[in-house]
């Protein structure tokens, strides 16, 4: 079974609003994890690292301040677009290590993004 | 944003044949790969990974090869059956051991498995 949930699967707003989606670790805890962005027919591009009780580390290109992470807990991090635009629609892809220190990383189902 | 006419490169093969999908990675400092199947609308999904230390690694009909002199990546799927049909990405990170590090992913391969 998924090791990773991400809430919502789907989602459509309206252009200026902001969007809440949620990463969990599923019967395990994730210090790190990490949220990707994937166009139509093109590979995932890495956004930010996720770290619990502390700041994310975001790639370069990537406004920290319209793409918000939180990691409160062990299990739980969520990525807020603000003031979302259509150039924002997406599909948005978290992940997380089974085991801490370990490289292999299991993947969310993602979640689709659509600004209208 | 999106790329209008973008195309995945495409590997076409009959059902039950064997099928062979090609990486190059960049990272020359890289040293732990992964191979990923990604179904339409759905997550990536692990299938296979190998350390630089080794040159092959077999699983359950899917066998990759590393080659680092060339830094190439081979994932090589046995009697291809038309639910392996989907996208694969190759993805390698920089580093081994203490902290998760980062994956990079390759452009992705649509593999299409005729029946």
């Known amino acids: 079974g998924a090791v990773v949930s991400q809430h919502p699967s789907w989602v459509i707003c309206k252009s200026g609003t902001s969007v809440k989606i949620e990463c969990r670790s599923l019967d395990f805890q994730a210090t790190t994890m990490f949220w990707y962005r994937q166009f139509p027919k093109q590979s995932l591009m890495l956004m930010a690292t996720s770290n619990e009780g502390s700041k994310a580390t975001y790639e370069q290109g990537v406004e920290k301040d319209k793409f918000l992470i939180n990691h409160a807990s062990l299990t739980l991090s969520t990525l807020t677009v603000t003031s979302a635009h259509p150039e924002d629609s997406s599909f948005y892809i978290c992940?997380?290590?089974?085991?801490?220190?370990?490289?292999?990383?299991?993947f969310g189902p993602g979640t689709r993004l659509t600004v209208l | 944003g999106e790329s209008v006419g973008l195309h995945l490169p495409t590997l076409s093969v009959q059902e039950g044949d064997n099928s062979i999908i090609n990486c190059a990675y960049s990272n020359s400092a890289s040293d732990y790969f992964i191979w990923y199947k990604q179904e339409s609308g759905k997550g990536p999904q692990f299938i296979i990974d190998?350390?630089?230390?080794?040159d092959k690694r077999q699983g359950q009909r899917v066998t990759v090869l590393l080659n680092k002199t060339v830094k190439h990546l081979s994932l090589q799927i046995a009697a291809t059956q038309p639910g392996d049909s989907a996208v694969y990405f190759c993805a390698e990170s920089p580093h081994y051991g203490g902290a998760t590090n980062k994956l990079i992913f390759g452009t992705g391969t649509l593999l299409a498995v005729q029946p």
């Open positions: 190998i350390r630089s230390n080794m």
């Open positions: 992940s997380a290590p089974l085991q801490e220190g370990t490289d292999t990383q299991y």
